[in-house]
């Protein structure tokens, strides 16, 4: 258990739809970093979330858009789905304070039809 | 040259021997290493860190680092059936605020009972 919640397990969607992924990171952990896992695939990294500001960005197009909530939860949004969308979306969370190692929810499995 | 590599495997083993895992990464600035651990439709679990040079042990894990050679390793000993799974390597590439966890694309690991 790394304490880090997200919702829902599964979805899925419709090619041109929009979705929002909702994650609740760990007590006190303050940065929140979303990765999306392809099949057969490493994680990626989508970007990151410090005190409801993002500071950090992978390579994905703007579509791809996130929240941080004063309580530290956050949410990932994508507009205009596509078929290659499909995955598993990972958000993870950080301690304040040092620490590089990121815990990961159980994540989303998104399918796009 | 992608960024974190690693064999795809499947690396098999016969339970109780020792599997080594092995990663490469071209960044010479990446300051954490990290080994986490999939299962088949989970997500990822961290297992090991290492920060320096050398050997880190946790039970039956070794991480290993060289950062002249730009090699992280993993050895399980005892390896058991339940030790199945994708292991993926992480590497800590660090920009201005932002750490991302650059990944490949795992080991799948199969121990014969």
């Known amino acids: 258990e790394t304490g880090v919640t997200q919702s829902p397990t599964h979805l899925i969607k419709t090619r041109g739809q929009q979705v929002t992924l909702r994650c609740s990171s760990q007590s006190g952990h303050n940065t929140v970093s979303w990765y999306q896992q392809a099949l057969g695939q490493g994680p990626q990294f989508i970007f990151q979330y410090y005190r409801e500001e993002e500071n950090g960005r992978g390579n994905f197009p703007p579509r791809f858009s996130g929240l941080q909530f004063p309580n530290y939860s956050s949410e990932l949004n994508v507009n205009a789905l596509e078929l290659d969308d499909s995955a598993l979306y990972l958000c993870a969370s950080r301690p304040p304070a040092g620490g590089t190692e990121a815990f990961f929810g159980q994540g989303t499995r998104l399918t796009v039809v | 040259q992608k960024e974190v590599e690693q064999n795809s495997g499947p690396l098999s083993v016969p339970e109780g021997a020792i599997a080594s895992l092995n990663c490469t990464y071209s960044?010479?600035?990446?300051?954490?290493f990290f080994w986490y651990r999939q299962y088949s439709g989970k997500s990822p679990e961290l297992i090991m860190f290492?920060?320096?040079?050398g050997d880190k042990e946790d039970g039956r894990f070794t991480a290993q680092l060289n950062k002249a050679s730009q090699y992280v390793s993993l050895l399980i000993r005892d390896s058991q059936p339940s030790d199945s799974a994708t292991y993926l390597c992480?590497?800590?590439?660090?920009?201005?605020?932002?750490?991302?966890?650059?990944f490949g694309t795992g080991t799948l690991l199969a121990v014969q009972p």
């Open positions: 960044d010479r600035g990446s300051q954490s």
């Open positions: 290492i920060y320096s040079n």
């Open positions: 992480a590497v800590n590439k660090s920009g201005g605020a932002t750490n991302k966890l650059i």
